[in-house]
């Protein structure tokens, strides 16, 4: 039976790097899958315009059916108010009805990856609508392993 799946991360990158090889196999498998991006990036060395160009052709290759672009600031999303960012993605949940939905590991060491997680599973808390089925976490291994401050994801 064919899943809708739901990756949700806060930079353009994050959702290759922490669940690319995942978003293949559900597309392998016939499933859909959609992708969110919180920010647009830009802080490093490519443009926020480059980093969407990037993302659609990764999308495009992997197989995703759509990809929503958030406008929260890069590597500020602690200035944003949290219930901004659930009312972001609640909205997006509410017309996908996702099945399964990934996002970051909560103990990473980047904040904007904390943040959306905890957003993530705010947003997707029971209720009168379709529940999600199952939620898991992905590491992005530049900023997840310090097992010293947080215990391992592994």
């Given amino acids: 039976m064919q ?14 790097l922490g669940a690319g090889g995942t978003m293949l196999r559900h597309v392998d498998y016939g499933d859909e899958v959609r992708v969110v991006l919180l920010t647009q990036g830009g802080l490093g060395s490519s443009t926020p315009q480059e980093l969407r160009e990037q993302s659609q052709s990764c999308a495009g290759f992997i197989g995703v059916s759509k990809v929503y672009y958030g406008d929260f600031p890069d590597q500020h999303l602690e200035t944003v108010p949290l219930i901004d960012i659930i009312q972001f993605l609640e909205k997006i949940i509410f017309e996908y009805e996702p099945d399964i939905v990934y996002t970051h590991y909560q103990g990473d060491l980047n904040y904007d990856h904390r943040i959306t997680s905890n957003a993530v599973l705010t947003a997707v808390r029971p209720n009168k609508q379709k529940n999600v089925e199952r939620i898991y976490t992905f590491p992005v291994n530049s900023s997840s392993v310090y097992p010293q401050l947080f215990g391992s994801f592994i």
């Fill in 3 to 16: 899943k809708k799946v739901l990756v949700v991360s806060a930079h353009p990158d994050d959702e290759v």
